[in-house]
Structure formats: structure tokens, C-alpha cells
């Protein structure tokens, strides 16, 4: 177990709360424009973000619910304690989303699908806390294999070396296509 910072906590996302959907919506908009930009030409980059228009939100908000429903520890929010008197932002700074047991056959193991940290909290241990919330559901999990795993673009070198320090190894390669 990682060391978690004191002025965070980690709670189930609620779909029924309209703050909590706002907040995750804000960070998956931050996690995608963060892929394209970090990791790529400035062609990725305008791809991620052109598809974040309101017909993508209802549609992967929708998705979500049902992702959670049954299983709300899939999606944990992390919360910085707006009281703790820090030069940082407060509220929700950073989410996990776990693909829920039911789709353990997709990849035969659990599957971490995001893990985002607002930038002004990477480095305090806040996405320690949430893989360690991530590894500890999954092995709750009926899986096929005993594996825990997410695709991380090589040249996102931080977050390599962050799943590298928490065990992660390569296995196998997604290749894609254009549909």
C-alpha cells in the first residue's frame, strides 16, 4: 500500500448526484484533451477533442451509469478537502474507472479503463490511493486470469513510469485501425 495524502477521500461516484456528473465529465474532458495533447500531433489532438460535444457526454454519461449499476466501486471519485488550507484545487481532483466484473471477458482480466489526476495534485499520491483502490476491487473480481490491466501510450513517460512503479510490465500490444 502506497502512503494516501490525509486531505483526500476516495467515494463511489454517484450517477444521480448532478455535481458528481459535472465533476467527472469536467476531468473526462481533461483526460482526453491531456491524451491528445501529451502524446502526439497536433491531428491527435484536435481528434480527442472534436469528439467531446454534448451528443459524446449524454451518450458516455449514459454509459457509466450503467457500467456502475451494481457495481459502484468501478468508478471512484478522489476528493480534496476543501478545508485542509491548501494552494490547490478542492473537490473532486482525480477519478478511477474499473470496468465493471461483468465485462471481465473482454480482455479475460480487470481492466482499468482511466485514472486521471488533476495536475495540481500529481506527485501527492492521489493516483497512488486510487490504483490501490483499483488493485484491491480487482482482485474482489471473478476474473479468467488473475491480472489487473490499461493501455498508457510509451510516450506518456510519467504515467509509464507510475504503472511500472506500481508492477505493471508490458503484455502484448494493442495495435487499431480506422474504421
Given at each position: 500500500?502506497?502512503?494516501?495524502?490525509?486531505?483526500?477521500?476516495?467515494?463511489?461516484?454517484d450517477p444521480g448526484d448532478d455535481a458528481d456528473r459535472q465533476?467527472?465529465?469536467?476531468?473526462?474532458?481533461?483526460?482526453?484533451?491531456?491524451?491528445?495533447?501529451?502524446?502526439?500531433?497536433?491531428?491527435?489532438?484536435?481528434?480527442?477533442?472534436?469528439?467531446?460535444?454534448?451528443?459524446?457526454?449524454?451518450?458516455?454519461?449514459?454509459?457509466?451509469?450503467?457500467?456502475?449499476?451494481?457495481?459502484?466501486?468501478?468508478?471512484?471519485?478522489?476528493?480534496?478537502?476543501?478545508?485542509?488550507?491548501?494552494?490547490?484545487?478542492?473537490?473532486?481532483?482525480?477519478?478511477?474507472?474499473?470496468?465493471?466484473?461483468?465485462?471481465?471477458?473482454?480482455?479475460?482480466?480487470?481492466?482499468?479503463?482511466?485514472?486521471?489526476?488533476?495536475?495540481?495534485?500529481?506527485?501527492?499520491?492521489?493516483?497512488?490511493?486510487?490504483?490501490?483502490?483499483?488493485?484491491?476491487?480487482?482482485?474482489?473480481?471473478?476474473?479468467?486470469?488473475?491480472?489487473?490491466?490499461?493501455?498508457?501510450?510509451?510516450?506518456?513517460?510519467?504515467?509509464?513510469?507510475?504503472?511500472?512503479?506500481?508492477?505493471?510490465?508490458?503484455?502484448?500490444?494493442?495495435?487499431?485501425?480506422?474504421?
Open positions: 500500500m502506497s502512503e494516501h495524502p490525509e486531505e483526500i477521500t476516495l467515494r463511489p461516484y465533476a467527472l465529465w469536467d476531468l473526462k474532458i481533461a483526460f482526453e484533451t491531456g491524451l491528445g495533447t501529451g502524446t502526439g500531433t497536433d491531428e491527435k489532438a484536435a481528434k480527442y477533442e472534436s469528439k467531446l460535444d454534448d451528443a459524446y457526454r449524454r451518450r458516455w454519461l449514459s454509459w457509466v451509469d450503467r457500467c456502475v449499476d451494481g457495481e459502484e466501486r468501478c468508478l471512484l471519485l478522489a476528493e480534496a478537502d476543501a478545508d485542509a488550507g491548501l494552494d490547490r484545487t478542492d473537490g473532486v481532483v482525480g477519478y478511477l474507472f474499473l470496468l465493471p466484473e461483468r465485462l471481465a471477458f473482454i480482455w479475460d482480466a480487470a481492466v482499468i479503463n482511466e485514472l486521471y489526476v488533476t495536475p495540481d495534485w500529481r506527485g501527492e499520491g492521489v493516483a497512488d490511493a486510487l490504483m490501490d483502490a483499483a488493485v484491491a476491487v480487482a482482485r474482489e473480481q471473478d476474473l479468467p486470469l488473475d491480472r489487473l490491466l490499461l493501455d498508457v501510450d510509451q510516450d506518456n513517460e510519467r504515467a509509464y513510469a507510475f504503472y511500472e512503479r506500481h508492477g505493471f510490465e508490458p503484455w502484448g500490444e494493442i495495435v487499431s485501425r480506422t474504421l
